[in-house]
């Protein structure tokens, strides 16, 4: 398959920004468990008892798909693990803004209210993903190489 | 398309054990079941206390030091949570967990020349707050926290935000209450109940 010079960059693009800031997130959520719990409570959207069972493996989740995202090992399963991650937060933070919540999202360290930046940025994130679980990237790639030409 | 879903799996499986296993070494780690703190209302026995004693002030001053030597050991005014009051001040025993209070008694409190501090962020606070108020917002920075130290940890703390929607007083009082605070109360109306009654405001 002939693939294009400019969209194989792209996607290698897409996968470096996804990866960072997943793993980033993953590990700063993992360096304080404590508050994403609290984060999660926040929305009120889950029964008190799973709240830590979610706050004890998204963070890992996000951390590990990152990781194996960055070095382009499982790129199309990865992505489709992250895409899910990302719509269950965008829901999460629309039906808050629908309540009319006003709370910071906990979704990257620092404070950051929920609202339609948070939106946009989740769908941006979204696009990105969905590109890569259509087209692969096999630039800069340790998954093996003869199976994928 | 050819995506393997057993992959996904393995991926999902493999970061919820290391993320057991890590939570359970981490000595930061959480509970697998999160304990729900929750607010317990002061007893109105409090707010009747304080209205009994603000309408007796002048003849408990008066008659302070009889008084006292009146009670006998073991009286049930001694188990009430209001004791004595001295000087125009109440004496609360103290509580190892914040406790909520309602407009009223957050204003008989506020009459008394309790403390109270604003739990939200410092543009809301210069918007307009309880007059008197201090600004220490909960997802501010450390720097706005250096007033407590020149609070006693016996002092009589009011913790609100802007209503009973929002849970950063909840969240200040509670680590006001970890930092050994040992009377702080969160004020549940906040802001929005105090300018429905046309309580002292002020702005800045």
Same mark, same amino acid.
């Given at each position: 398959m002939v693939r294009n010079k400019f969209l194989e960059f792209f996607l290698l693009a897409a996968r470096i920004i996804l990866s960072f800031l997943f793993i980033y997130a993953g590990a700063e959520k993992i360096s304080d468990p404590e508050s994403f719990s609290q984060a999660i409570e926040n929305y009120?959207? =889950?029964?008190i008892y799973s709240i830590n069972f979610f706050a004890i493996i998204i963070p890992w989740i996000e951390l590990i798909s990152g990781l194996l995202l960055l070095f382009g090992i499982k790129v199309k399963e990865n992505s489709l693990i992250i895409s899910s991650l990302l719509v269950v937060f965008t829901l999460a933070v629309a039906i808050s803004m629908m309540r009319g919540l006003n709370f910071d999202?906990?979704? =990257?360290?620092k404070p950051s209210p929920i609202g339609w930046k948070k939106l946009g940025e989740n769908f941006l994130m979204l696009v990105l993903c969905v590109m890569l679980i259509i087209y692969d990237s096999k630039l800069v790639?340790?998954?093996d190489k003869t199976k994928s030409n | 398309m050819n995506i393997s879903f057993k992959d996904i799996a393995l991926i999902i499986i493999a970061s919820i054990l290391v993320g057991f296993i890590y939570n359970s070494l981490n000595p930061k780690g959480i509970s697998l079941i999160k304990e729900k703190k929750e607010l317990v209302f002061e007893s109105d026995s409090l707010l009747l206390s304080i209205d009994q004693e603000v309408e007796t002030i002048d003849s408990i001053k008066t008659s302070e030091i009889t008084e006292k030597e009146l009670i006998p050991k073991g009286?049930?005014?001694?188990?009430?949570?209001?004791?004595k009051k001295e000087e125009n001040k109440i004496i609360i025993e103290p509580f190892t967990e914040p406790k909520a209070i309602k407009i009223d008694l957050a204003y008989k409190l506020y009459q008394q020349g309790v403390k109270f501090i604003d739990a939200r962020m410092p543009d809301e606070y210069s918007l307009g707050h309880i007059k008197g108020a201090y600004n220490i917002p909960?997802?501010?920075?450390?720097?706005?926290?250096?007033?407590?130290?020149?609070?006693?940890?016996e002092e009589i703390l009011v913790v609100y935000c802007g209503?009973?929607?929002?849970?950063l007083s909840f969240y200040l009082g509670n680590e006001l209450s970890e930092k050994g605070f040992k009377r702080v109360y969160v004020f549940f109306g906040g802001w929005n109940e105090w300018i429905e009654n046309d309580y002292p405001i002020s702005k800045n």
């Open positions: 009120k959207l =889950f029964p999202c906990g979704c =990257f360290g790639s340790l998954s | 009286n049930n005014v001694r188990k009430d949570s209001v004791q909960f997802d501010g920075d450390e720097s706005y926290r250096e007033i407590l130290n020149n609070f006693s940890k209503g009973t929607d929002c849970d």
